[in-house]
């Protein structure tokens, strides 16, 4: 899995990025990939992918976000996609632990304090399995009614480090278990 | 997912329970399963799975174990065992942090400390996906030169609630990963 | 297998319920679906999913049917889906020698005494296989030169209960079927 | 989907043909499929392949049978292997229906009048599905406790014809499935 | 596979060829097929498959090529494509040693002397895989700064019969590798 | 793909190293492997593939060989194997042809001047696609009836130099194809 952290610019999600072959159409990499940028959430209602959020005609914004842009080739299912994406949302957690930041899990959300740090969507193209991740910088441009938090009031304020070293942890994460998965024998 | 938590007596773990089946033929569960249950570990070489292991003439023991033995039918591939894997002691890990227990995470392994509190390993049979994990209960009839830890020293003495708790959580786990695969369109 | 009967209203089919995540987007249905609902038929070109009838130019119309919309989402392939297919719609011919109509089955089309019965397609998307089968209440609005026939011409007039009853019935014979698929040992 | 029926021979089934590619290590015939023979059942222990009779300690045991083994390369996945044992298992039950004998289909099972016609087993090789169906000729030599019937009894005393014509319509019934499953273009 | 070269008119290739069911709904052929006609061939970029073109912005032009548009139902993944691909146009290679010309190839590009010959791509279908391989006739209306060769020049006149042996050969090339996948047993 | 070109020693092949995880429980390389060796070829009944060649009692046996493993793990199926074991043969006599060696490939068979040169089997475990390809160096200890020929014959007396040019070019071969078959969008 390769990783590009994008520093020298702010870039917005606005949903598509969670196509296939984005990180190969816009940066040139091959195959696994993982892509950490900055900047605006704002998900066209076209470009959803989660139903439950369409039905209750939810928005999913943010004025200021890391992202986290996954694809992976191995194996194009949902219930791979939905799995490796619990995977990342943990390690990240994890990551805040040693930032000293107590978080709690609730499938693919992260919450301090009860109060909502990220959102995520896993879903298959009909090549490979795709995640994003978004983490919020700070908690403004939220919908209303959502009681969000920002890393930078959880203290964490070199976002570049956060990037940067979130980035390297999730993509040793994935070669730990792509490098498992090869080396068991089958059971009978 | 089906949960069983045998608490009414005492099952070694030798290896076979990572056959296909093993649920079923010994429980009567169909499908989808987890089986928590307490006994010894001595893994005989004929059954181990982990071919590192093997190469290495390593010795999987332990005398006082938790172990949790998953099986899942719904896809048949090792990148997804080891990402469900992952996922589940990534799982154990927050439960121990509700229990008041620092951990650290290691792909599979379990460590408080820098002292190892756990074993795994996940394949596939050729019709299912099989995970074995195993708690210390008392870092007893450990292999030689490693430095492990149990439950107990760390303050968990009441184990049946323990399995009971970490059995529910985990079985929840993957319901909401089951869950949130079947609530996503595809993206193109 | 979930099964929804619409009773309180009629709904059309004009093709575009053989999309993905269609129960799910229109009743919340999550996972495998069976919706059974009764209205008109007029598929659009653009909704046509049978090659054979795009190319021979057929009209799929019929002015009062019973509707069942399929989606299972275990395994994505169309050999699985037309196979499917086929079973259900062998069921159906059960429940109505129940009805005491007796029915010739030629593959996805229901026959009686010459006369078409019924209409069906199966095919998958990226994410599910899906089975469309409608069945005539009356032969009315039907393409020229088919000879068809209705379930109110077989004495069949209580078209809620036989929509509650093949409904309940399909959905049976999917869980004997995922039920047992699960009880085998593979074979060498 | 390739039929041979063996008419010159009495051939026993004790479990072993539902091994991969047992059609072609003893008959030459490579790819998919139907080889219909009769003789005794009797199927091993270290053979069974239902973990549920495993469980049960029941015997499968017949004097004279006629035997269905199929084997199907296209898709290796138990819920297909499961649909299509049913589907095959309702064809039958069709033709049985031209005999002018009325059947009770029970997922895989056949009753007539409350008596047991017939057993099935679907499953998968590590490279196909493999099915077998076996059809009492006469209700002898079955397990104590079984309430069974025969095809004599049944009067289908021609067994040799009745092998030729439900041998070429399940094969046509295969053929049916697999040619409508490739002319359906993919759905949204 | 079913082969069809297509001699009685000229056909252009603009890259709409390449999505699946094209041989059904152009020709009727069901299932697995090879196409193998002539025309000029300019692809329209939202028909381009390969990205690394698209990201170069290359053209993909010529005025007289000898077409072949394969697919494979059996399996739908990219790395089989790829493979396909490769051998296809390997056997291609041979064929034209055959005539006497020495080509080499690199990847899924044949050169004759440091010239190229064709141009070729391979894909996935949500349904199926999907090959298109072109060969210059005459090496006109080549993109600039692209040193083409085409079949002419090189003594290869009677482009019919070039059409009708190469797309035999490639039919018994998939044959005899189909044939060959089902006469071995799995390995441990 | 890893190459490895065991040049320090003679291994002989019985056709265990067809089984699964070989190379890395031998020489611990992890993944997908090339493994070129020297040695006897003597394949044991229990071990032969070819069903073709168990059903015709026939020996694999030659004295001194080239011989080569690959091990993929993308991807589970015979068809694939079949495809890639060719295009792996086809590129071995791209090879020869480099050396002057002019072959003819019948399908996994390579010949010159009518004489074989190699042996071949493509198949499956359940977790991976294997492929043996064996090359006489001299064509002794070779079948009965079987008209052989050996590298040496052919002027290639550096056998070494060939096991290492070969296997780096079979492992290029398979590196370009799986380049390949990410940088292509899917198809409709």
Redesign the interface.
Known sequence: MELLVVKDRRMDYDGSA????WA??NF?I??NSLVVFRGRCDVKVGEM????D??ASKEIRSDNMVHYIVEV???V???????????FI??L??VLGDYGVKTT?K??DIYVNGRKLSIS???????SV?VHIGINVEAKGIPEGVDAVGLRELGITDVEDFMERTGRTLVE?FE?????????????
Chains 1, 2, 3, 4, 5, 6 share one sequence.
């Open positions: 969670i196509r296939s072959h190969y159409r040139g091959l195959g992918i989660d139903i439950e369409l039905r080739f191995d194996l299912n949902t219930l791979f996609a939905s799995t490796l994406q619990k995977l943990a390690k957690c994890e899990r499938g693919d969507i896993a879903t298959v193209s009909p090549v795709k994460e730990k278990v792509k490098k498992d998965s090869l080396k068991v024998r089958w059971a009978q």
